[in-house]
């Protein structure tokens, strides 16, 4: 097993405003369908496309917490990365999101309190050029064990 250097993300103090992390990936139906069961969402517009045909979207979309999960992705693994915690998470969204669809998860520092180790953070999920979720993220970053 790794040692916690290897594992930790960043320190508050590694932070600056404007630092930003992305995250991909590309849902498919095991994805749909093992986060319905995980979640307990079984909403057959996730699960059935002949219910989902005659709504508002047309087909199955995918659950919309599972699109923001892959901005805790991009928190949890990349900035800040391990060690972090999420304090907060707002989320509007947007557009949906398909089967098949390639999801980019970004999150940019916006501000910065050293003092209290809190990070907040612009989120965004975009497939292609559309947006689908936007919101605002409030992180505990750890800070650096005293010498």
Request: hydrophobic fraction near 40%.
């Amino acid at each position: 097993m790794a040692g916690n250097e290897e594992l930790r993300g960043k320190y508050v103090d590694e932070l600056s405003e404007g630092m930003t992390a992305i995250f991909t990936k590309t849902v498919t139906e095991a994805d749909i369908v093992l986060y319905a069961g995980i979640s307990g969402d079984t909403n057959p517009v996730h699960l059935d496309e002949e219910f989902a045909k005659p709504t508002l979207f047309k087909g199955r979309i995918a659950h919309g917490m599972l699109t923001a999960s892959f901005i805790s992705a991009v928190l949890g693994t990349k900035l800040p990365g391990p060690g972090s915690i999420y304090l907060s998470q707002s989320l509007k969204f947007k557009a949906p999101v398909r089967i098949g669809d390639t999801v980019r998860a970004r999150a940019t520092i916006t501000a910065l309190d050293k003092e209290k180790g809190r990070c907040t953070f612009a989120t965004t999920a975009h497939v292609g050029d559309t947006l689908v979720i936007e919101g605002e993220a409030q992180i505990l970053v750890p800070k650096r064990p005293a010498a």
